[in-house]
């Protein structure tokens, strides 16, 4: 668990940086997010060197069960905006927030790193490693839950409602996937994809 324990206090400090109102205007949000992914994938894959076929094994089944789940996220988080934009006064300007990092980059950038680099890295990390440790050590109800928190909760530097609460059902989500499937696999294109459906080819706003 030690580990475990520090590399979140890494994702932390790293999230903060990408994150929070003082240092977030200071740097490439897009350059800071591909590096603190890689070296947080990469320690994970050490960290788990010993079980990667285990918590890696590929099926054909999960391409589509990657698709289909990464559809079903985008039609929630549709809804999700159209409906929090009509009751909550905040939740425009904070979705339009989440977007102006679009700015740093070109979209073919984005969805490339998205596509091939963020989302797969974030799966690898938050459920191969931390969900996976979290469920030996506390069980596998009570180890989704907490791991899904502690990914919403490294997203509260950005004082943004709609961030937050868009990282918790994804942490669910995708969590509940690793939970289903036992391979980071399904939920690894299910993230890749969305990402890059919500961020670059149909944003929400």
């Not at 324990?5 to 903060?16: D, S």
Request: with cysteine; charged share 10%; glycine share 8%.
């Amino acid at each position: 668990m030690i580990a475990v324990i520090w590399l979140c206090a890494l994702a932390t400090f790293f999230w903060f940086v990408m994150f929070s109102p003082w240092t977030a205007p200071r740097l490439n949000f897009w350059l800071v997010m591909a590096m603190a992914t890689a070296v947080l994938a990469g320690a994970g894959l050490w960290f788990q060197k010993d079980r990667l076929r285990e918590i890696y094994f590929f099926k054909p089944a999960h391409i589509a069960i990657g698709l289909v789940s990464a559809l079903i996220l985008y039609a929630i988080f549709w809804a999700g905006n159209a409906l929090s934009t009509q009751l909550f006064h905040f939740a425009r300007p904070e979705i339009a927030g989440i977007y102006s990092t679009r700015a740093q980059a070109s979209p073919l950038t984005i969805g490339l790193l998205l596509l091939f680099w963020v989302g797969p890295a974030e799966e690898i990390f938050w459920r191969g490693f931390v969900q996976e440790r979290f469920c030996g050590r506390y069980g596998r109800a009570v180890g989704y839950l907490v791991a899904s928190l502690v990914y919403a909760a490294i997203h509260v530097f950005g004082f943004n409602f709609m961030l937050f609460m868009a990282s918790l059902i994804c942490g669910l989500f995708w969590g509940a996937m690793y939970l289903r499937y036992r391979s980071v696999w399904p939920g690894l294109i299910s993230h890749a994809v969305w990402d890059v459906l919500i961020f670059v080819i149909i944003p929400v706003q």
